[in-house]
């Protein structure tokens, strides 16, 4: 069964970057698309965007400007930086996996635990 | 971009009632597949979500049948047939038509 991990500093200082890694375990990185998905204290779920094993990525629109999302396959894990932080990136940040039943649909059928990070000086 | 409206925000229940949930959002959802690409996630108290519908109307594996998704378009509905004390926690529906958007989460709890 496939595990996912978080890791990374939980305080980041404000227009630092923040660096989370999430490492899989149980199976391979290789065949899927990898995703970061983060929730601000008392909000809802905000979509990061997702890289596909061989590097490909989408980001969310608001984001894209200061995101990155890497990939390391001979370590089965993959990470996120996100750069030029502020208050509004306090956030639990989830890693996840878009599985697929049919190789057609992609949707998000593991999830991380998810590691709170918070923006203060 | 993709915008969602999710309605109600709060959603008290008594058990053994029916629920409903629903999405509206600004741009048709239907591919030229022919499916709708909406998904539905519950995040229950404590936990991190998990997935319930996939494609508008597909149970996940393991998904209890009293979980429904239907709609159309731009419209969605998520209905639980009747509520379980289990069923508490936030449910958010998902776009996947462009990128992906969350809903802005309805809370269901037991009366």
């Known amino acids: 069964q496939v595990q996912l991990q978080e890791s990374g500093p939980g305080l980041v200082k404000p227009s630092e970057t923040l660096s989370l890694s999430c490492t899989v375990s149980?199976?391979?990185?290789?065949?899927?698309?990898w995703s970061w998905i983060r929730q601000a204290p008392g909000k809802g779920l905000e979509w990061i965007g997702y890289?596909?094993?061989?590097?490909?990525?989408n980001y969310s629109p608001s984001l894209k400007s200061r995101l990155t999302l890497l990939v390391d396959t001979s370590k089965n894990q993959f990470s996120l930086r996100l750069t030029s932080v502020t208050d509004a990136d306090t956030a639990v940040y989830y890693c996840?996996?878009?599985?697929?039943?049919?190789?057609?649909?992609?949707?998000?059928?593991?999830w991380g635990k998810g590691t709170t990070v918070t923006v203060s000086s | 971009d993709i915008v969602v409206t999710q309605s109600p925000l709060s959603l008290p229940v008594t058990p053994g009632e029916p629920a409903s949930i629903s999405c509206r959002f600004s741009?048709?959802?239907?591919?030229?597949?022919?499916?709708?690409?909406l998904d539905w996630y519950v995040q229950k108290p404590g936990q991190s979500p998990q997935l319930l519908i996939y494609?508008?109307?597909n149970r996940a594996s393991g998904v209890p049948d009293r979980f429904s998704g239907s709609g159309s378009g731009t419209d969605f509905t998520l209905k639980i047939s009747r509520v379980e004390a289990e069923d508490v926690g936030v449910y958010y529906c998902?776009?996947?038509?462009?990128?992906?958007?969350f809903g802005q989460g309805t809370k269901v709890e037991i009366k």
């Open positions: 998902m776009q996947t038509r462009q990128g992906r958007t």
């Open positions: 494609l508008s109307s």
């Open positions: 741009q048709s959802l239907l591919h030229v597949n022919g499916y709708h690409y």
């Open positions: 996840a996996r878009l599985g697929t039943s049919d190789n057609f649909y992609y949707y998000i059928d593991v």
């Open positions: 890289i596909y094993y061989s590097g490909n990525t």
């Open positions: 149980g199976g391979s990185i290789s065949g899927y698309y």
